[in-house]
């Protein structure tokens, strides 16, 4: 229903730990094949080396919706951390030759870190701090929003401007973690996204079905790196630097067809938890969490809907075809071609008659939605959703009607 010269776009963020090491528990050793096992021997579980990224995907759905699909795109991928300069030297632990216990040999063949030089260091994340009382740097998500963020957001905006010919509205989530809801950066977000008119929400609290990243995408690229670590470097320990590496490899080769899935999943989610009244007994449930979205769902080799750009027949290069996304196809009810009549999502679109939408949506959104008919190819919208379409504007009259008797009260008081 909204405006055909408006794109919507969504996106998700959250943060993640990976570690060097991970012990997988159903992994094989297959000696007739050269597959042994590989040991790994470590002081403490706290002395594994970890690293800390926040990470953005954005998807751009067919017809704003999501329930038909779309393109998947990779915004930015960041650790948390930076810079520091060693205040002394370090050396790596030896056992003692008698079995008596350990020790630090001050020898140069057994140098860790030389004072000086300067190495990366994992930081806590905060909503404005960039350092706590002592000076120890905070990794400060203000910074990360107004300088890295929002720069590649808007790049991306800008590129997808440009080749679809439309005007791009924004919308996003993240958790409530307490930096999330932290003040300023808070009022940071309102500022930057205000200028634009696009929206950034948190996500219900314990929901982490609620977020992509964390439903779908942070356990693939888990063992995405787990198996890049048996792969590339034999199953063995994985130092810091190494390990990041490994996880901007798994960034870069996890598939966009796949991320696109995924949101086509989270709108399923939130259909659940809408028949559940908010809970989530859907999880209960037998096979509760299939929707039926990779049987309705076919790969988009192209730049729109129609599942394909045009094939170059003056060339006789082959055509390199990777899957941008996603274009969800579902049977119509009665029919069953070649046996193909479960191609179709689990629920269908919530039905909110019962619901006063002016109580849910801003002014803003609502003339997004209503505030310019024209525009909205009412005339060739079906029956259902004309319905639809005439609430929202019911809802955007009746929202001017409220702010007008507001201001008017406000006047009468000065």
Not at 119 to 126: A, G, M
Not at 147 to 175: N, S, T, Y
Not at 238 to 249: A, D, F, G, R, T
Not at 354 to 380: C, K, M, P, R, W
Request: one cysteine or more; a negative charge; proline letters at 3%.
């Amino acid at each position: 229903m909204v405006a055909n010269k408006v794109q919507v776009v969504y996106f998700h963020i959250d943060e993640k730990w990976f570690y060097s090491l991970v012990i997988r528990m159903y992994n094989k050793c297959v000696p007739a094949l050269g597959v042994q096992g590989v040991w790994n021997r470590i002081h403490h579980k706290n002395s594994i080396d970890k690293t800390l990224v926040i990470c953005a995907m954005l998807f751009v759905p067919h017809g704003n919706d999501m329930r038909k699909g779309g393109t998947a795109h990779k915004v930015t991928i960041t650790r948390c951390g930076g810079m520091v300069k060693a205040k002394r030297d370090s050396y790596k632990r030896v056992n003692r030759p008698d079995g008596s216990g350990f020790h630090y040999p001050k020898v140069p063949e057994n140098l860790l870190r030389k004072k000086g030089e300067h190495y990366f260091e994992n930081w806590e994340i905060t909503g404005s701090k960039v350092s706590d009382k002592d000076g120890n740097p905070k990794f400060a998500l203000v910074e990360w929003v107004a300088d890295i963020f929002m720069k590649d957001l808007l790049d991306l905006c800008q590129e997808l401007e440009a080749k679809l010919g439309k005007r791009i509205h924004v919308r996003g989530q993240w958790d409530n973690a307490s930096p999330h809801t932290e003040r300023l950066l808070l009022a940071l977000i309102a500022v930057l996204f205000g200028q634009y008119g696009w929206v950034w929400t948190t996500q219900p609290a314990n929901s982490p079905l609620t977020n992509i990243m964390d439903a779908a995408i942070f356990p693939a690229l888990a063992k995405m790196v787990s198996g890049l670590q048996g792969v590339l470097a034999g199953g063995r320990y994985l130092h810091c630097e190494v390990l990041w590496q490994l996880v901007k490899k798994a960034w870069d080769d996890y598939p966009l067809d796949r991320i696109a899935r995924t949101f086509v999943h989270h709108s399923q989610v939130a259909a659940a938890i809408y028949a559940c009244d908010g809970g989530d007994e859907f999880v209960q449930e037998k096979n509760g969490l299939s929707f039926g979205v990779r049987k309705a769902c076919r790969l988009d080799y192209g730049d729109g809907e129609d599942g394909g750009a045009a094939m170059d027949l003056t060339s006789i290069e082959p055509r390199e075809r990777v899957a941008r996304g996603v274009i969800v196809e579902e049977m119509q009810e009665g029919l069953d071609l070649e046996g193909q009549a479960d191609k179709k999502l689990k629920y269908a679109l919530p039905n909110m008659e019962q619901h006063d939408i002016s109580e849910y949506l801003t002014y803003d959104e609502l003339a997004f939605i209503a505030g310019d008919v024209d525009d909205a190819d009412y005339d060739n919208f079906d029956d259902e959703t004309k319905a639809r379409y005439d609430k929202f504007v019911q809802a955007w009259y009746k929202k001017q009607d409220e702010m007008a008797t507001e201001q008017a009260n406000a006047s009468a008081v000065v």
